[in-house]
């Protein structure tokens, strides 16, 4: 099946810092979409991205969807300690029968106070 | 505002036994999914159903059978449940197949002894 490769896998870092996270695939998508998970709970969508080129803010997160339609990128500033928890990017191809999500694998994010 | 809610939160199974993961949206969503998390393999789809009175496979539908009670319920069935069957299923909705912009549930815990 279809694979979204994120990174990096995990990041630890103080908080305040700005973290980067991105996902590449081997194929175009049409639509990129961040979500994150915090413990014990859903997944709850951060961004969507309908445009290559695009570049989207929801305060202090930031996410551009790759001119080659093959990556995404999410940024986070001036992290917090709520910032924890796991962040998946998903991509979607559209179309016909290529409606279905593909998740990346996550990034799991610790904040230390 | 409920949005997706899952029954039951937590179970657990011995192998052979079978149930039933209960899922019911109020959002009005034409489209529903059952999704599971195991560590390291991000989100993976199981069964989707695009409308009222369709269903389709995923990603890894082998061992489980839904079924789209309603335009609000779409209920997931292991019917011989498996070790390999472990893990945290979320049922999600959207308003319609061709958007990737999902609600998810809080999670079902299962685990298969």
């Known amino acids: 099946g279809q694979q979204l490769n994120q990174s990096p896998q995990s990041m630890f870092i103080q908080e305040g810092e700005d973290v980067s996270m991105n996902c590449t695939s081997s194929?175009?998508?049409?639509?990129w979409l961040w979500y994150k998970q915090d413990p014990g709970e859903g997944p709850v969508l951060l961004i969507a991205l309908y445009k290559a080129g695009e570049l989207t803010s929801n305060g202090r997160l930031t996410a551009q969807f790759g001119i080659t339609r093959k990556d995404s990128f999410l940024n986070i500033s001036a992290s917090i300690p709520s910032d924890v928890g796991i962040y998946f990017c998903a991509g979607q191809k559209g179309g016909g029968s290529n409606y279905k999500l593909t998740f990346g694998k996550g990034t799991l994010l610790t904040v230390n106070p | 505002n409920a949005g997706v809610t899952q029954t039951p939160k937590f179970q657990v199974l011995k192998t052979g036994q079978s149930m039933t993961l209960q899922c019911a949206q109020d959002m009005n969503h034409n489209s529903m999914y059952w999704y599971r998390q195991d560590p390291g393999m991000g989100l993976r789809l199981i069964y989707y159903?695009?409308?009222?009175?369709?269903?389709d496979k995923g990603e890894v539908p082998n061992g489980y059978n839904v079924s789209r009670l309603n335009k609000r319920e779409f209920s997931l069935r292991l019917e011989s449940a498996a070790p390999s069957q472990t893990s945290v299923y979320f049922c999600?909705?959207?308003?319609?197949?061709?958007?990737?912009?999902?609600?998810f549930g809080e999670g079902s815990r299962l685990t298969v002894l």
């Open positions: 159903s695009a409308s009222e009175g369709t269903t």
């Open positions: 999600a909705s959207s308003i319609g197949r061709g958007t990737g912009e999902l609600f």
């Open positions: 194929s175009i998508f049409n639509t």
